[in-house]
């Protein structure tokens, strides 16, 4: 998994990478702003995932649609295969989870 402020791997799984990365941005910016008495805002989402990888050659509104398609992925997912869905590769898995913390 990636960690805040490194570079994401070129290679097949790209990807997968990228979506695994965001996503954990994501869950720390949840858990930075769960105290928060303002509601979290999607644009500072944006900004703090953008902000977590420097090296992230990803326009703004590619990003949000990023975000948007892992959304609808994992709700298509769920919609049909259930919480619990069987993942045949274990990136697959975590990425569920991962977008069960964020959207579930």
């Known amino acids: 998994m990636l960690s805040k402020g490194e570079a ?3 290679n097949g799984d790209e990807d997968h990478h990228l979506d695994l990365a965001i996503l954990k941005a ?6 930075i702003t769960r105290n928060s008495p303002q509601l979290p805002s999607f644009n500072n989402r944006l900004l703090y995932v953008k902000d977590s990888f420097p090296d992230l050659k990803m326009s703004r509104e590619a990003l949000e649609e990023k975000i948007t398609a892992l959304y609808k992925s994992f709700n298509d997912v769920r919609e049909q295969l259930g919480e619990d869905p069987q993942m045949a590769r274990p990136i697959d898995r975590e990425i569920f989870n991962l977008s069960m913390i964020v959207y579930g």
């Open 26 to 31: 994501i869950c720390d910016y949840k858990c």
């Open 8 to 10: 994401i791997p070129e």
